[in-house]
């Protein structure tokens, strides 16, 4: 698996992107995630998105993160949010989300972020065991989806994950 930096906007991440709004919708049944996000969201130094390719250089995992400062949202200063993470149906269960959430992880930290944040939902329940099973614990609710009842927020300090 090669896992590379690639723009938000590049066909690959569009792509993927489409793919996960497509699922999105079918849990929620809402047109997928309405949360605005921009390619610049996900430049270095104030983010990074991902994709991971396979021995045949298809795209198959993708997430990003971006920098987040307190806001009127919930945010904390220092925050880094985890953004559109995926991995497409063939190829789940092989760890692939994992190490995209832990290069990441290392990412925001190596920029100064002090914590990662993520908002999933209560029709995502592998996310959420993938987030708790990684040192994520819940956190006050954030972000476009923050008043809704089906939101999850999770928070994990990437100081002491060194």
Not at 4 to 29: I, M, S, T
Not at 42 to 68: C, K, M
């Amino acid at each position: 698996m090669n896992i590379r930096r690639v723009a938000f906007d590049h066909p690959d991440a569009v792509k993927l992107n489409d793919e996960v709004q497509a699922e999105y919708h079918v849990r929620y049944g809402d047109g997928g995630d309405a949360t605005e996000l921009d390619a610049s969201d996900f430049r270095p130094p104030n983010g990074v998105y991902l994709i991971a390719y396979d021995e045949s250089d298809r795209p198959v995992a993708t997430g990003g993160w971006r920098s987040q400062d307190a806001n009127g949202e919930g945010n904390e200063d220092g925050d880094a949010e985890l953004k559109r993470m995926y991995v497409v149906e063939g190829m789940r269960g092989r760890g692939l989300a994992r190490r995209i959430l832990k290069a990441l992880e290392d990412d925001a930290r190596a920029a100064g972020r002090l914590r990662m944040v993520l908002e999933t939902g209560t029709k995502q329940p592998e996310a959420i065991a993938l987030y708790t099973s990684s040192g994520y614990a819940p956190c006050t609710k954030f972000g476009y989806y923050r008043h809704y009842e089906s939101s999850r927020c999770f928070a994990k300090d990437l100081r002491g994950d060194l």
